[in-house]
């Protein structure tokens, strides 16, 4: 599924148009995007956690040459299915 299609089953699961449903799918994408780049977590009761994560820098390999090279530390934003997504999909 990608976005159109998640805003046609908003659209039809919600009686909305397909304007409107995508005018709350992205709400809801900049809310989380918002949340997360402030460093809050986003928990939806059944759903799940949307999260940030801290990566330390690390070295690698180029693996091209093998030549070494500095990873840059970052961060991650990570996602864990909440207990009823996971029953429903088992």
Request: glycine letters at 8%; hydrophobic letters at 40%; proline letters at 3%.
């Amino acid at each position: 599924m990608n976005k159109n299609d998640l805003i046609a089953a908003v659209a039809s699961s919600a009686g909305l148009s397909k304007v409107d449903a995508s005018k709350a799918v992205d709400g809801l994408i900049d809310s989380v995007t918002a949340s997360l780049k402030k460093g809050k977590e986003v928990r939806l009761v059944g759903f799940g956690t949307f999260h940030v994560t801290r990566r330390s820098a690390s070295m690698g390999r180029n693996p091209r040459t093998g030549e070494p090279i500095k990873i840059a530390a970052s961060n991650q934003p990570k996602f864990k299915a909440g207990k009823a997504l996971k029953e429903a999909v088992n």
